[in-house]
């Protein structure tokens, strides 16, 4: 999710709308997956298989998010984010590039990029940490008039989507060039956003790791781990946002 002139559409993720975002990041986060292809299609499209209790309701998961509600508060009267806008000299934040980019999906992308019905101000979409869905979509409903109904979960080929963003999408836009920025912990973070498919088969290790540190340590804390083990140090973040 990741896009990056014009300055109409939509990008990668919450800058000041994040507020809330705190924490360290690991020295040894999970890789994202090789960028992906096609079109920016929006949340509503992704409600249609993404919205029901017993494949993870991911719909509603991300709709509690600040992030849903990114766009809308560069708009808002909010005093934190009048002070963050001060902080840039920024009068308009809705309307200002430096602030829009890390509060819609797909900023600077061209107008093709975009399906019908695209609306950036439902602000930091599924596509920014998962990538354009339009491939996706399509694969998915041909595959899905041929499934085998006793098949059960099928797991997805390797680059139709971003299945796993890594701290590298995060720092795209939680990073010291958000006027708000504070430290965060991608593993903690990683873990309250979590919305993973319940039919997809994962080892107790694997939905153990949800919320731990590189090093193997819970990660429920804003100081970072013992010994710095977990926390990028400032030429570290500068190679991820590259």
Known sequence: MSARSSKTAALTLPLFACLAV???TSSDPAPSATPV???????????NCHGSADTGNQYAAWSKTLHAHAFETLASDKVEVKEAAAKRNVTEPAKDAACVKCH???FGEPAEKFARGWKPELGVQCETCHGPGDDHLKVRMKAAASADPKAGYQPLPEGEMVTSPGVDVCVKCHNPESPSYKPFCYFEYRAKLSHMNPKK???EEEQADYGKCACGTPCPHAEGCPERK???KPDELAALKK
């Open 201 to 203: 088969p994962r080892t």
């Open 37 to 47: 292809a096609g079109a920016y299609i929006g949340a509503a499209k992704c409600k």
């Open 230 to 232: 977990c926390n990028l």
């Open 104 to 106: 819609v999906t797909g």
């Open 22 to 24: 705190v924490l360290f």
